[in-house]
């Protein structure tokens, strides 16, 4: 069954410290990858999505992922995070040629002091 | 251009009533996706509807839970004689197309309707 992990359950960073978000899945064939964020009180938003091509995507708000194949990851990055950057970030994958639904991973909260 | 629309956005039923959840795609939008999130979890697929279709129910439990998308109307997830363990929070998505692999495929959430059962 494919599944999502997400390694980091709470991250807590000081303003303009680089982020890392560890994204994981496991599915032996071809993957769409997407990053949601969840700012508090709010809907899950889509920062940004890997479909083909180039593996560093760049999405919104400064946020970029990397697609790397062989270690199955699509980890999240920030070079200098905001301390409106506090939020719920989900990590998911859509199989290629499924239905449409996504795996979720269990989210990881990102807490961001001024 | 109005986003997804869930409600209610709070809902409290005590165990045994019936629970009926709305969800009203993005104008454009035939596709609805019902995800369950529980407490410490991360979202859950439940079901995927097209109008008047359902096309994957397989994260739907067997029992108790149905779904349905009418020609006219919202999206409706009905939980009946709830139990405790359906407190959750219930996202909707839609997406203007089901295909894998292109825009299309991109779900746009709405802001959940949180179900307590007391």
């Known amino acids: 069954a494919q599944s999502v992990s997400q390694h980091n359950h709470h991250v807590i960073l000081s303003e303009a410290a680089s982020l890392e978000l560890g994204c994981n899945y496991s599915?032996?064939?071809?993957?769409?990858l997407f990053w949601y964020v969840q700012y508090p009180g709010q809907h899950l938003q889509l920062l940004l999505k890997y479909f083909s091509g180039d593996p560093l995507v760049k999405g919104i708000k400064g946020f970029e992922a990397e697609f790397i194949k062989s270690k199955f990851s699509f980890n999240l990055r920030k070079p200098s995070v905001q301390w409106s950057d506090t939020a719920e970030y989900f990590c998911a994958v859509n199989a290629r040629g499924s239905q449409g639904n996504l795996i979720f991973g269990k989210g990881t909260k990102l807490s961001v002091k001024p | 251009n109005a986003g997804v629309m869930q409600n209610p956005r709070h809902l409290v039923r005590r165990r045994g009533q019936e629970a009926r959840l709305r969800c009203s795609p993005m104008k454009g939008h035939s596709h609805v996706y019902w995800y369950r999130q529980l407490p410490e979890e991360g979202l859950k697929f439940m079901v995927y509807?097209?109008?008047?279709?359902?096309?994957?129910e397989s994260g739907m439990p067997k029992e108790r839970f149905s779904a349905e998308f009418p020609k006219e109307g919202p999206s409706i997830l009905r939980i009946q004689q709830v139990v405790r363990g359906d407190s959750a929070a219930y996202f909707c998505a839609s997406s203007r197309g089901g295909a894998s692999g292109t825009s299309y495929n991109e779900q746009f959430f709405g802001p959940g309707t949180r179900l307590t059962v007391l």
């Open positions: 599915y032996g064939g071809t993957v769409n």
């Open positions: 509807l097209q109008k008047e279709n359902i096309i994957d």
